[in-house]
């Protein structure tokens, strides 16, 4: 099994900071790798796929990179909207997420 | 646009078969490179992947919990069935569904979920 961790757990940040999630799989997974945002009491909404392929809709602040085991999503500046938890998932060998990064208001 | 509602018991007994079904439309699941996913979230965790079927019935599932999961999908009715036996009280969460292509291996219509309690 593919496992996924996500660095860090949480971060607190104000409107118009840059931030940046990692994302790292247990093996290497190419660039099957997806971004998602929920909100509380919220489907999760995506926001990137095959690691850096911004999906329709979505702001371009939103970025991702990487390939292999290690990936990132970077919001270069956060909007109020942005306050949310983010979840990376690989779909290289079946599928799974990772923990999750909660961004929350300094 | 593509659409997925859940549907099923809001509550379970212990031991007891859940079975939910996923509503969708805007999509058909006899086109190649279509999946429909389950994914389930207990209260304050994150989320896990269950299960998804694809457009040519190839079924995949969640090496945890494979011996308690069957999906099945009728296309005549626009919908993906997820079933899971012997429910325990950590299965409590909410269950989603979700439209997934081959292309992309992502995730991306998600319906609203749907929250189950197991408990006597």
């Known amino acids: 099994d593919i496992q996924m961790t996500q660095s860090p757990s949480s971060v607190s940040a104000s409107v118009g900071d840059g931030v940046t999630i990692t994302c790292r799989a247990s093996?290497?997974?190419?660039?099957?790798l997806a971004w998602y945002q929920q909100k509380p009491g919220k489907a999760p909404k995506l926001l990137i796929y095959?690691?850096?392929s911004l999906q329709s809709g979505v702001p371009s602040r939103f970025s991702g990179s990487g390939s292999g085991t290690d990936f990132t999503l970077t919001i270069s500046s956060l909007q109020p909207e942005d306050f949310a938890t983010y979840y990376c998932?690989?779909?290289?060998?079946?599928?799974?997420f990772g923990p999750g990064t909660k961004v929350d208001i300094k | 646009q593509i659409t997925l509602r859940e549907s099923g018991p809001t509550r379970v007994k212990p031991t007891q078969t859940l079975t939910l079904t996923c509503t969708f439309s805007?999509?058909?699941?006899?086109?190649?490179?279509?999946?429909v996913g389950w994914i389930r979230q207990p209260p304050g965790k994150a989320l896990e992947w269950l299960a998804l079927i694809y457009w040519d019935d190839d079924k995949r599932y969640s090496p945890s919990l494979k011996s308690r999961l069957t999906i099945t999908k009728d296309t005549s009715k626009n919908q993906v069935v997820l079933t899971m036996t012997n429910m325990d009280p950590v299965d409590t969460a909410t269950y989603y569904c979700a439209h997934e292509t081959v292309r992309t291996g992502a995730f991306d219509v998600w319906g609203q979920g749907t929250m189950v309690t197991v408990s006597a």
């Open positions: 998932q690989q779909a290289n060998s079946l599928f799974t």
């Open positions: 805007g999509f058909s699941l006899i086109f190649s490179g279509v999946g």
């Open positions: 093996q290497g997974i190419s660039r099957w």
């Open positions: 095959a690691a850096s």
